[in-house]
């Protein structure tokens, strides 16, 4: 019976042992899933980054040129702008279906403000930002007040909104010639600076600040952490004290004006005013915020991950292209990025939760 007693101190000892271990592990993992939860952002980064590694050494030095990756910053510059916008509104644990239609009649407002009342420019351009605005905020009046449903409030109102733009344009397009001439100043965002090879627009740029900003907003204010609050869980967020319907009406007027901006940077863009241009601008920011991991249920996400997101379409769109590949192979891996983000958030929240 003595001899016994050493062997069960040293079974009990293993199990102690093998249980710390065990939980140590866990407690790696669950670091890391925490670290992925609250940087929803390096997944992007990372699938962005290795794409473009990817196509680098497929394509070689073509691809990894200062002029081709600076011409795919400017070919996603509207989406990126507008994505700013619909991450705002996902964050939120909404939708924004509007957004493209808000930002294309904004810019006719703009042009038709000018050029049909013979206002001068800057003062077409507040219009045209204060009617984006207005659009958000009666979105978010319905939302936050009426408390309708997201999805069908901005569908509604990308209908309408998409009917106003063709009526009150006339579906007539101002041509650039047009612009340059009398208001140069519409297409400012559509300028640019050479540095080396590289060619930054001032629309680049430009998108590059607002998401500076906007990032600052949501992660250095109490106005960001009540935009997460109100995402991840509007009724506890209410009883601590959290305006929820305050903070939906800036989500959605907020939504709005960069929406307004957008137009006068798809001005620059184009180098004119189309009624016709951004038609498929809603579907491609949210797959732009959905592949930047921002999260479909709200509370989760960030606008520099919407940036990454938009990257990586315009990657992927521009290695295809410079590769020779069927343009439908773009849509076929953008399309399993999407399922693959959606599964791997809901992962990461069941495992987080």
Known sequence: MADEAPQTKTSSTGAEGFAQFARRRRGASERAIYFIHTHPAIIPLAVLTASIVVFGLVLGARFFSPFTL????????????????????????????????????????????????????????????????????????????????PFIVTLGMW??????????????????????????????????????????TYGVIAMLILAAIVHYLLTRTAWGRHVYAVGDDPRAAELAGVRARHILLTVYAGSGLICGFAGWALIGRLGSVSPTAGQLTNIETIT?????????????????GSLFGALIV????????????????????????????????????????
């Open 288 to 304: 732009a915020v959905v592949i930047g991991g921002t999260s479909l249920f709200g509370g989760r996400g960030s606008v520099i």
């Open 159 to 200: 209908q309408i909104v998409l009917a106003a733009n063709f009526l009150y344009s006339r579906n007539e397009t101002i041509r650039s010639q047009d612009i340059a001439e009398q208001a140069p100043i519409l297409q400012y965002f559509g300028r640019d600076i050479q540095i080396g090879g590289a060619v930054f």
């Open 70 to 149: 600076t011409l795919v910053m400017q070919q996603v510059m509207i989406v990126g702008i507008v994505a700013i916008a619909q991450t705002l509104v996902i964050l939120t644990a909404g939708i924004d279906l509007s957004v493209g239609a808000i930002m294309v009649c904004s810019s006719v407002v703009m042009g038709q403000c000018t050029f049909r009342y013979g206002l001068p420019p800057e003062i077409s351009i507040v219009i045209g930002l204060a009617f984006g605005t207005a659009c958000g905020l009666v979105s978010g009046i319905l939302v936050a007040i009426v408390r309708l449903p």
């Open 314 to 353: 315009g990657v992927f769109s521009m290695g295809l292209r410079m590769a020779g590949a069927d343009p439908q192979w773009t849509y076929l891996l953008i399309g399993v990025l999407i399922i693959v983000a959606v599964g791997f958030d809901h992962l990461v929240r069941r495992a987080a939760a």
